[in-house]
């Protein structure tokens, strides 16, 4: 856990189920404070239809500028697509993580892509072929992985099966996603550690929402049982909006704070992270699930001392 990686989604995951569309200038100026918070990776958009997802419309845009700009940034600029088209479209703006995925549950899976979950596998395990040929880094998911809002319990053998296929073709960056918030802690580290038996060079995502409370212990859990990387969203925001029930993701800073807190990741500057957050809030006029953007951090020198509040700014 010394090195765990943190993936931001907010700005695709956490826009995306937004009616209220984020001005391109207002959107460049929130990933260049988080490109310079010091995070791993930053999700800038999807690349989907504009008809029907608004808030994704400018994402070939924001690539071309921000690839510009992060000359002397060390973070990764990742891009969601569900298609050929979506590939073609982020291969010619610069995309350098192409993340991707298939959910388990076929309601949901034909919901959000028009396939059923077998279908959307192959379909998936071509396209990321085709990045890594590009010489793109490349992460695949199994979305739906712990429930589905639509048909309840999703088993493990639907999840490993896909599990299976993608490390079969070579795709071992593997993110389990749990779409419908469905996920409780046992059972998102039983999951994780039997993907490593099954693949012990395996680079495991955690990407957890928050629907019924059980977020931030399904983080835990999954950095416990071997995960790399986790995606969380500023100031919690987000949920996909073809699931039954969308909620919001872990909030960034909140993960972070309780790694500072843990002596982990102190280079990650969070008073950014959570001005980010705050500047969320008050574009949307309303409170946002998070909890440290509200509250102000708490940090500690060294692990015995006591913790003091960062005060509002």
């Known amino acids: 856990m010394s090195r765990i990686l943190i993936h931001e989604v907010g700005p695709r995951d956490g826009l995306q189920a937004e009616k209220q569309v984020v001005p391109t200038d207002i959107k ?30 400018d994402t070939d845009e924001l690539f071309r500028c921000l690839t510009t700009r ?12 569900l298609n050929e088209k979506g590939l073609e479209r982020g291969l010619d703006c610069g995309v350098e993580m192409f993340c991707m995925g298939v959910s388990a549950s076929d309601t949901h899976s034909r919901k959000n892509t028009g396939m059923s ?13 085709e990045a ?11 979305q739906s992985a712990f429930g589905c809002g639509f048909e309840g319990l ?29 996920a409780y802690p046992t ?20 990407h957890i929402h928050n629907t019924y409370g059980l ?5 835990y859990a999954a950095m ?3 995960a790399t990387s986790i995606e969380t969203s500023f100031g919690g925001l987000g949920g996909c909006p073809f699931t039954k029930v969308a909620a919001g993701n872990v909030a960034t800073e909140d993960l972070v704070n309780g790694l500072q807190r843990a002596g982990l990741r102190p280079d990650i500057r969070l008073d950014s992270l959570i001005g980010v957050a705050r500047d969320v809030a008050i574009l949307f006029g309303r409170d946002l699930p998070g909890c440290v953007y509200k509250t102000g951090a708490l940090v500690a020198e060294h692990r015995s001392s006591p913790f003091i509040a960062i005060p509002d700014r």
């Not at 460049?28 to 994704?56: C, N, T, Y």
């Not at 979950?117 to 072929?129: F, M, Q, Y």
């Not at 059972?187 to 955690?206: F, G, H």
Request: hydrophobic share 50%; proline share 2%.
């Open 215 to 219: 977020g931030m212990a399904n983080v």
């Open 70 to 81: 992060k000359r002397n940034s060390g973070v990764l600029l990742s891009g969601l697509v």
């Open 154 to 182: 999703v088993t493990e053998g639907r999840v490993m099966r896909i599990v299976e296929a993608y490390l079969a073709a070579g795709l071992n960056a593997i993110s389990l996603a749990d779409t419908a918030g469905h």
């Open 117 to 129: 979950s077998e279908e959307a596998t192959a379909r998936i395990i071509a396209i990321a072929l």
């Open 132 to 142: 890594k040929t590009a010489g793109k880094k490349v992460q695949v998911s199994v």
């Open 224 to 226: 416990d049982a071997g």
């Open 28 to 57: 460049l100026e929130w990933l260049g404070r988080l490109m310079d918070a010091g995070l791993d990776i930053i999700q800038v958009g999807s690349f989907v239809h504009p008809e029907k997802v608004p808030q994704m419309a």
């Open 187 to 206: 059972q998102v580290s039983d999951y994780i550690q039997r993907i490593l038996a099954m693949e012990p060079s395996a680079e495991i995502t955690a």
